[in-house]
């Protein structure tokens, strides 16, 4: 299972013994629902344990402490010997392996940097990512977004169900634990696996684009317009060979943390979404905006330069990493011996990893292909459901993540150390903490949905109409946020008690409950609430999933606080209240109305945006939300570093 703390690379699901090799993994990313490499693309519309990146598109892996004095700020995943989790037998304070241990104000400087490393590549590349998407929307309008968007879904389907999870769970806590124990720092043993990786890659790479004719047939309804299939396929012939270099780009990024050297991966993403936008550019230049254009009417030139510019997007990415390598002295060589590396032992971790991401996919084939069949401009279809989603991302990435950054740390070393009261009074606290930061960006989606999706995609080729379509989708997505960020929440309890198998348990039946949501929505509603309504069943199975979580943690660690919580949780639904009805009221006085052109809707977004959140502020306050101050003084704490 991805992410969570290990204690080493054989530790066994529900914290089944495992050898002290002092080798441990802290993930500490927020919803890393992809690689580094596709951190700004399309997103799969579900929960996703801590991998090896994330909407934050970065990654840690590295020797130091996970634990800055207890508030943990990396925007990323750690990988290493942890500061504040230690292995059985460990006398506090020594490494592990013997060796004594960082002064505590040496590990914090250093995590302290590599977090601002992080949180500025972090921030660069969600602004130029979100720039980037804006612009193939503005670029292929409805009609070459909705295939352009679903033959990019399947390299990075492909991706997470060949080597996403299985590299994060099983190939990362390998090479860490190799790079403390082998002689030579691991070197040997990383050139083993980067032959192996780079061979299984390729192979896997070339097969699936044999058989992409097969896979976006799968993919692609029956009711999609006339040559949605063919222009699907076509693209993916030419992005599906991104499976290799994402793999490849990880895999390196996770060389180079394990030598310390941080701040490659965080930055080289933004050399991928820097050529898809130059990508955008020439098409405009060549060939005008899709605008008008059926998928039947793509011709070749217009094809090869779309999805070629999203292949060379990865290329470029990886490349840009290969200097590092030189940097840190790393060379790799051809070695290969697949049975030298002895991944057999942890099969087990594997598989449920495989479980977990394999249930989730048949998810998201459900999404691309019901969606696929969305005809005519105004409807919300594929392209402004993952536009929608990466908006929920990104509320998610910037407060979710920051809260269980501070805390999946303190949660590790409590359950390390048996005080299963801590890991209680921690995911209290962090539900509460998410909650009350989450609510007003919440209001704004919800009440602004379509001022926010009018200012932001409305253009070149995407009509007025398909803009506030995503305004509705929007809408419905505030929903989303909270019960996502508190299923994330919970997840990490979960990988705080090493409990993976029981994450991907749980995953099955609420996987089920949203695909059965799907295929409702589907038939119950017309096309033009298609996309809202998936929407909603994503928000109801991110809530099962908090509830069954919760459920079965109160069972494994005793009681959980929720008096407390339930308690916080009206103050912010009430101040929440406040909020909307300020925020309906503003929509309703400025120019624009309910349908606002684009001027008009920036307005508003700009106007409306500062009046919920003033209003939830002084109703927080008022009704005394102790939460509201720590939320305040995290702000404070980012901004001054």
Same mark, same amino acid.
């Given at each position: 299972m991805s992410g969570g703390l290990y204690r080493s690379a054989h530790a066994a699901p529900d914290g089944e013994p495992e050898p002290s090799d002092g080798a441990k993994l802290i993930s500490v990313d927020?919803?890393?629902?992809?690689?580094?490499?596709?951190?700004?693309? %399309?997103?799969?519309?579900?929960?996703?344990?801590?991998?090896?990146?994330?909407?934050?598109?970065?990654?840690?892996?590295?020797?130091?402490?996970?634990?800055?004095?207890?508030?943990?700020?990396?925007?990323?995943?750690?990988?290493?010997?942890?500061?504040?989790? *230690?292995?059985?037998?460990?006398?506090?304070?020594?490494?592990?392996?013997?060796?004594?241990?960082?002064?505590?104000?040496?590990?914090? *400087?250093?995590?302290?940097?590599?977090?601002?490393?992080?949180a500025a590549g972090s921030l660069v590349s969600r602004l130029i990512g979100f720039v980037r998407n804006m612009l193939i929307g503005m670029t292929l309008g409805k009609a070459i977004g909705d295939p352009y968007t679903s033959a990019q879904f399947l390299p990075m389907q492909v991706y997470e169900m060949l080597l996403g999870g299985v590299l994060s769970s099983v190939l990362i806590p390998l090479l860490v634990r190799r790079s403390k124990a082998d002689p030579d720092g691991g070197e040997l043993f990383t050139q083993r696996l980067l032959t192996l990786a780079v061979v299984a890659l390729g192979a896997a790479t070339a097969l699936v684009t044999v058989a992409a004719p097969v896979i976006t047939a799968v993919q692609s309804s029956s009711r999609a317009p006339a040559g949605y299939q063919d222009l699907v396929t076509s693209l993916s012939y030419l992005m599906l060979p991104i499976i290799f270099f994402t793999g490849l780009s990880a895999?390196?990024?996770?060389?180079?943390?394990?030598?310390?050297?941080?701040?490659?991966?965080?930055?080289?993403?933004?050399?991928?979404?820097?050529?898809?936008? %130059?990508?955008?550019?020439?098409?405009?230049?060549?060939?005008?905006?899709?605008?008008?254009?059926?998928?039947?009417? &793509?011709?070749?030139?217009?094809?090869?330069?779309?999805?070629?510019?999203?292949?060379?997007?990865?290329?470029?990415?990886?490349?840009?990493?290969v200097p590092a390598l030189r940097k840190v002295g790393f060379t790799w060589g051809w070695r290969w011996n697949p049975r030298a590396l002895g991944l057999g032992e942890v099969g087990g971790l594997a598989g449920w990893m495989l479980v977990y991401v394999g249930v989730n996919q048949i998810s998201v084939f459900l999404v691309a292909r019901v969606l696929s069949g969305i005809g005519g401009d105004g409807k919300a279809s594929l392209l402004?459901?993952?536009?929608?989603?990466?908006?929920?991302? &990104?509320?998610?990435?910037?407060?979710?993540?920051?809260?269980?950054? %501070?805390?999946?740390?303190?949660?590790?070393?409590?359950?390390?150390?048996?005080?299963?009261?801590?890991v209680s009074a921690d995911l209290? *606290?962090?539900?509460?903490?998410?909650?009350?930061?989450? @609510?007003?960006?919440?209001?704004?989606?919800?009440?602004?949905?379509?001022?926010?999706?009018?200012?932001?995609?409305?253009?070149?080729?995407?009509?007025?109409?398909?803009?506030?379509a995503t305004g509705g989708v929007l809408a419905v997505a505030a929903f989303t946020v909270i019960p996502l960020s508190v299923s994330y929440l919970c997840t990490y309890a979960f990988y705080a008690l090493q409990g993976n198998r029981t994450v991907a348990l749980i995953n099955v039946p609420v996987v089920a409950l949203r695909i059965v949501?799907?295929?409702?929505?589907?038939?119950?509603?017309?096309?033009?609430?298609?996309?809202?309504?998936?929407?909603?069943?994503? @928000?109801?199975?991110?809530?099962?999933?908090?509830?069954?979580?919760?459920?079965?943690?109160?069972?494994?660690?005793? *009681?959980?606080?929720?008096?407390?919580?339930?308690?916080?949780?009206?103050?912010?639904?009430?101040?929440?209240?406040?909020?909307?009805?300020?925020?309906?009221?503003?929509?309703?006085?400025?120019?624009?109305?309910?349908t606002p052109e684009r001027p008009a809707a920036a307005l508003q977004v700009v106007i409306g945006g500062g009046v919920v959140m003033l209003a939830y502020l002084g109703a927080a306050l008022l009704l005394k939300v102790r939460e509201v101050h720590q939320v305040i003084g995290m702000v404070r704490r980012k901004i001054g570093r």
């Open positions: 927020g919803t890393g629902v992809l690689p580094t490499a596709a951190a700004d693309q %399309a997103l799969p519309p579900e929960i996703i344990p801590p991998t090896n990146a994330g909407p934050t598109g970065g990654t840690v892996y590295g020797r130091g402490s996970s634990n800055s004095g207890g508030s943990g700020s990396s925007s990323g995943t750690v990988y290493g010997s942890s500061a504040t989790a *230690r292995t059985e037998g460990t006398a506090p304070g020594a490494d592990p392996a013997g060796a004594p241990r960082e002064r505590p104000a040496e590990e914090s *400087r250093s995590t302290a940097g590599n977090s601002v490393i992080m895999l390196i990024g996770a060389v180079l943390n394990v030598r310390g050297h941080f701040a490659a991966p965080m930055w080289a993403p933004i050399l991928n979404n820097l050529v898809v936008i %130059a990508t955008c550019g020439a098409f405009i230049l060549f060939f005008g905006t899709a605008d008008g254009l059926t998928p039947e009417e &793509m011709t070749p030139g217009r094809i090869a330069l779309i999805g070629g510019g999203t292949l060379l997007g990865m290329v470029v990415q990886a490349a840009g990493l402004a459901y993952n536009n929608v989603f990466l908006l929920t991302m &990104m509320a998610h990435g910037i407060i979710g993540v920051s809260v269980m950054t %501070a805390l999946l740390p303190k949660m590790s070393a409590a359950a390390a150390e048996g005080r299963y009261a801590d209290s *606290r962090g539900i509460r903490l998410t909650t009350t930061a989450l @609510a007003p960006i919440c209001v704004v989606y919800g009440v602004l949905g379509v001022p926010i999706s009018v200012t932001l995609f409305q253009g070149g080729a995407l009509s007025y109409d398909q803009a506030f949501g799907y295929l409702i929505v589907a038939e119950a509603l017309g096309q033009s609430l298609t996309a809202a309504g998936m929407t909603g069943a994503n @928000a109801v199975s991110y809530l099962v999933s908090a509830l069954i979580s919760l459920t079965v943690l109160r069972r494994r660690i005793g *009681r959980l606080n929720l008096g407390s919580v339930a308690a916080a949780l009206l103050k912010v639904l009430a101040a929440a209240a406040v909020a909307t009805a300020a925020g309906l009221l503003v929509v309703k006085v400025l120019p624009g109305g309910d």
